[in-house]
């Protein structure tokens, strides 16, 4: 078995603690060993790309069908899943600002290519789910209203707050970002559900914050 990448995750959790390990170093740990010719960090990446591009509720079907996975992988992958959405308190947390949402999605900011996330609230704020829901290329992320809504209108959501990584660590909006957030806002107000905020994750630490940057979301001023 190839198991050299493993102490050096345990030692890091030791060090540093579980919140300050990657995806892949979390998931690597869960897994223990990897398979003959394939070492448990890679099998580790292909388990996070396979998170990413599925939900919840198909987790099991998608990862145990990964070449070196199987059934017993995948249960105890799905189950650690299961407990920490219960134990972290995700949902149902209550948000107000960018800085309370961060801590819930900034783990998808060492992603190698652009992942657009949508975080879906209930008229109370609090978290209903979070979902990818488009993942793009390095310095770019493919998103269309009916995409980002589709999820919350199911979820009855009342508003959501969107995000998205920028590989390339710069946390600048680009003018397809403004572009994007300010359609997003436009569709949101003809649906109902309104768009608080738009963060960008930069791999360096920290997020950009449309609301708290003072960058409107709005295509023009409106009258009352």
Do not use: W
Request: charged share 25%; hydrophobic share 40%.
């Amino acid at each position: 078995m190839n198991n050299e990448n493993k102490p050096d995750a345990r030692e890091r959790m030791k060090l540093l603690g579980a919140r300050n390990l990657s995806d892949h170093e979390l998931i690597a740990l869960a897994l223990r060993t990897g398979t003959r010719g394939l070492p448990v960090m890679n099998l580790a990446a292909r388990v996070v790309k396979a998170l990413d591009g599925t939900t919840k509720d198909n987790a099991f079907d998608e990862l145990s069908s990964l070449s070196g996975m199987g059934d017993s992988k995948a249960g105890v992958l799905v189950a650690a899943l299961e407990l920490g959405r219960r134990y972290s308190g995700a949902i149902h947390r209550k948000v107000h600002t960018a800085r309370d949402v961060f801590p819930l999605v900034q783990h998808y900011a060492d992603r190698n290519r652009e992942h657009f996330i949508c975080v879906s609230l209930n008229g109370a704020h609090e978290v209903i789910e979070i979902r990818v829901v488009s993942i793009g290329t390095l310095n770019r992320t493919i998103v269309h209203p009916r995409e980002v809504f589709a999820d919350p209108l199911c979820d009855r959501a009342a508003a959501i707050i969107v995000c998205h990584n920028h590989p390339s660590g710069q946390l600048e909006p680009s003018e397809e970002d403004i572009c994007i957030t300010r359609r997003l806002a436009e569709a949101g107000e003809l649906l109902g559900i309104q768009l608080l905020d738009h963060l960008i994750l930069s791999p360096r630490g920290g997020y950009y914050s449309f609301i708290e940057s003072g960058c409107s979301i709005q295509n023009r001023t409106r009258p009352d």
